[in-house]
């Protein structure tokens, strides 16, 4: 059987213009590996929206990312004090990867 | 064809037809990847085609005033709609701000719209009206921004800075290089690529506007975020800096179709690049606020009846 | 051009290429947000032109008369086909009234294909027919849901209901407003945008047929659900159905070409419309039925062979 | 540390006309926020499918809502006699959130 | 209260032509229901990558399934030893699901 | 025009555009569906075309030599660029394998791009040679599999194997199927789509090589996989190729326009079709390495650079 570790998945709901700030956070977390996902539309306190390219300044991007639990730490502790300000939305699991190492 | 007669044209009926198909709540909708490429396609056609005539025409002395104006123009109009917005609007700073750098800017798709229909009217605006628009696309950020003072850049870190989220913002740099194009290959080298971007160039613009109707209407529905004054004041904000607009065209001498041309620019608000950057850069003003006054309100306002009374203005300041 | 040579224009050859890719396997596809935005295209051109020649010819009783058969048609034609599903076919009621609605609405694309085929073959059908197609789209749908008898709306909370789903769906909105705006604007109006709604008309159908190809014998190869039997239906309804239509035209006295249309579009059966529609409001139904048979044998008959079939008759009946 | 409380992650895979439908089942159960992702593919009972929009029949959507164990309960129990009629997937895992208020 | 029972999620990223293998693999492990979900881009050891279809070689997909925890195994342990050679990253969370006899 | 002037032709310019927005770091996108929807357009139009001329000027002997030159220099070419890229570039045996599959194979764009300056430079080359690109797309990753020797194909099981992904390849099957229809419909059948596919030709390949600029600079930015070595055999790899596709083609008589696209075909590298196959059938081969410098070193290369000395030195050789 193949060895499996545990690991956190970390998925950050956020709008497309502050992508590049989340990756940078999640980089001077020492995090190295990332997904970014597309989204259709969603509803949250804010109100409704759905997915328009002409002014894609409140299309919205998951960026997926499994890493250590220490790391996780570290992002969340980053991001947590600005989720409310910025409208981001962040969501940690467990998962089990293969090769520890990568992650 | 009269002033008003305009609404009438397929492209603005294109427009009214997505706008009413939204309120109905009706399904119909276009692909976001097909919008945003018919916004691509009208951004370099327009650059393509003022380059065109900018180079058959000659450089003078009239653009560098026009140029002047509009960066003026772009710099000065976020302070008084600040200061509006704050005292009638009872906006917090940020979004007072935010909302200000959004009027400073233009809508690509109401200057297109309106030189449309300038053209069809038989007062088509100078060429190089396009590269003015270009250069009056983000200098109403940077003001934005300091009427914030504070930004929330602490927070996030943000690299690069404001140089990359601005000027060499994408539609900038779009307008900038097609008009460049234009004006070095000239007449001879656009008449190849003139089927496509010359000739279609009405018909896309409807299916664009269906679209922008659609857009529009929807986040008028959706908007939490407006307010009976907000929404006044998109309509009073697009008036007052039409008509400053139209004014300062007039007053540095350009012809009628190029004054109204300016005031549709000063009238327009943005809904494409300052948002983005303003997302980026005062993550906590209200996307909501900005994009349902700017999109929601003022747009559709300067489609249907600010093009036609700054060309009307226009017409009466600089004669016809 | 003579009824079968049609078979070799472009049009009808990249059906046939596609089909053939996806049938040898070929991983060629076209996006999906550029095939729905081709027909968008082709529907706001369609209704466009139909407007503008309504426009031209002027209202008359034969444009009544042609919209109360279309009507007809559409609410009759599920009553007969349900049956005939039930018994030769062998559904149980919910799948046999979920396909019978399929048949009693039109292909928008069929139609326009046709129209290209007559046109070629100088009998272009009256610009109203387009009116008369948007207005057969729904009509089936309530038939089919009463077929259907008791409908799963209980389990799942359905707001608004059928009226947006059927009358403000997005392709009727889209074909009756641009006929609409093609009779505002008129011959006149239309010119400016008639270089992307006309002439580049037919080389798009070209590229969309091509997808069409690839989608219509992807859905056979994957079609679980058709047996031989429903298979053999989805050829022998558009017969029965276009006959109808043809002689339906012949009667209320409509031209060759018209008479034509009329047929294709009773022959026709629904894949864009109505199965958005079922599967909101029919769930239990087999999707992978009513798709694979309207959308995987009857489209491709229809276009293949069902046009010249229909074409042939009203040249007997009506005379050409 | 930033602290995070466990919340219950759902997902429906649900074709596009039915989207509606969803939302409105969820709203009942009282969950206010959810995201909608876009699907390619897939393979099921019911054959293989992949997204072609000029028939959006067959589209389908992926509704992700994280919210409480009880309002969680709640829609599962709304959904799960109709997920085999309306071809309908479900998967629910538990996840961690700051925020708690929020969800 | 409607009953769960628990199952495996797996989620493996991968570039789209090795798509229909990841695919066939979980076919060999006895696997017959999976989705497919789009990426826009993300970074990993590689380097960084964002989606252009022109050259579609490194457009990357999310083969999705839920499954039970032997049938996990078996095609974990098929896609392990190449993990690293073709580039795919592969997690595992637990899941519950409804109707127990489908996954 | 002269050679080098087609360098300031809209179609480059924005090449170039593209190129520099990258570089600047703008923000600047094309939709992916957009781009793969003009590629579609692109092939579809050349393939189209090259038909029409071929069903006007007839069958002749001269098609058959340029086939057989194509094959023979999709299967020869891969060797020695294999030999070299081993010894001068210190790859392993995979990855240089997977590299000179893709310079044996062909680039649609350079080819589009050459002929479009072939034909305004007035040399068309002759319609056969889309034929002959098509045929060439393939051979190449045959060699480039035998000299990998041991593929992968353990690991993952592949189905249907070579033959679909590399004969039945989305473009081959576009390109070649078009070329049919072409030939079938002529002259008269291509006149009602030519304003499609043949006016609107030149503009959509401006928007297109503009995201081919975005794309390669974007590519070599992000490409920590090329190193100096591999850089610049990208670069002298189609100067060679390119240098005996010209010759080739003067050998078998072929005229100035003809013999030059050869030498485009030639000196061309694959970053469509190969990649996406390599990438199935050799998983190990590094993607930021073939596409690296097929994409992002020759193709800018090729098209500025490549086209204007590949003819150069047809005109030298066969005269102009
Ligand atoms: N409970 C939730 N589950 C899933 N997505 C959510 C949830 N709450 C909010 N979101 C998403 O996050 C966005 C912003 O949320 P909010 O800040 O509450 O407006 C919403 O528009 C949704 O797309
Ligand atoms: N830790 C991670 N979390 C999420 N996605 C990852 C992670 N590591 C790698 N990836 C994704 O997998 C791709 C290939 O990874 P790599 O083989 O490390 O280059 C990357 O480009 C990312 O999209
Ligand atoms: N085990 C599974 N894991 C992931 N997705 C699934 C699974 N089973 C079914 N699906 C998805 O749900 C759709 C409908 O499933 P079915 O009702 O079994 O045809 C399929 O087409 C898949 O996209
Ligand atoms: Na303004
Ligand atoms: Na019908
Ligand atoms: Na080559």
Request: proline share 5%.
């Amino acid at each position: 059987m193949t060895e499996t570790v545990e690991r956190r998945r970390i998925e950050v709901l956020v709008d497309a213009p502050l992508v590049k700030s989340v990756v940078r956070a999640s980089e001077e977390a020492g995090i190295r590996g990332y997904t970014l996902l597309p989204t259709l539309g969603g509803a949250g306190a804010g109100g409704r929206w759905s997915d328009d390219q002409v002014s894609g300044a409140q299309s919205k991007v998951i960026f997926l990312t499994v890493t250590t639990e220490a790391k996780c730490d570290v992002l969340t502790d980053r991001l947590a004090p600005i989720l409310e300000s910025h409208g981001l939305v962040l969501f940690i699991s467990p998962v089990d990867v293969v090769r520890a190492e990568k992650f | 064809m009269g002033g008003w007669d305009v609404l009438l044209s397929p492209v603005i009926l294109f427009f009214v037809l997505g706008a009413l198909a939204a309120f109905a709540r009706s399904d119909l909708s276009i692909p976001e990847s097909i919008a945003k490429g018919m916004s691509l396609y009208l951004m370099a056609s327009i650059g393509l085609k003022g380059g065109v005539q900018v180079a058959a025409a000659g450089l003078s002395v009239e653009i560098l005033l026009a140029a002047v104006a509009g960066l003026a123009l772009s710099f000065l109009i976020p302070v008084p709609a600040f200061l509006l917005l704050r005292r009638a609007g009872r906006l917090d700073p940020i979004n007072a701000a935010a909302v200000a750098a959004h009027y400073g800017s233009v809508s690509v798709v109401t200057f297109v719209t309106g030189v449309e229909t300038l053209s069809a009217a038989g007062m088509p605006p100078a060429g190089y009206m396009v590269a003015v628009m270009a250069l009056m696309e983000t200098p109403a950020i940077i003001i934005g921004l300091l009427l914030a003072r504070r930004t929330s850049g602490a927070a996030l870190p943000t690299r690069g800075g404001l140089f990359h989220e601005t000027v060499l913002n994408g539609s900038v740099v779009l307008l900038l290089g097609s008009f460049l194009i234009g004006f070095i290959t000239g007449k001879e080298g656009f008449a190849p690529v003139a089927p496509v971007f010359d000739t279609a160039f009405r018909g896309v613009l409807c299916l664009f506007l269906l679209d922008m109707g659609l857009i529009a209407a929807r986040r008028l529905q959706d908007a939490r975020a407006l307010t009976a004054r907000t929404a006044a004041l998109a309509v009073l904000l697009p008036i007052c800096n039409g008509t400053i607009g139209v004014l300062t065209g007039a007053l540095i001498g350009l012809d009628t179709g190029s004054a109204a041309a300016l005031g549709i620019l000063a009238g327009s608000a943005s809904y494409i690049a300052v948002p983005a950057v303003i997302r980026l850069t005062l993550p906590q003003a209200d996307p909501g606020l900005y994009l349902g006054m700017s999109l929601a309100v003022t747009f559709p306002f300067n489609i249907t009846l600010g093009i036609p009374l700054y060309t009307m203005l226009a017409e009466r300041i600089v004669g016809s």
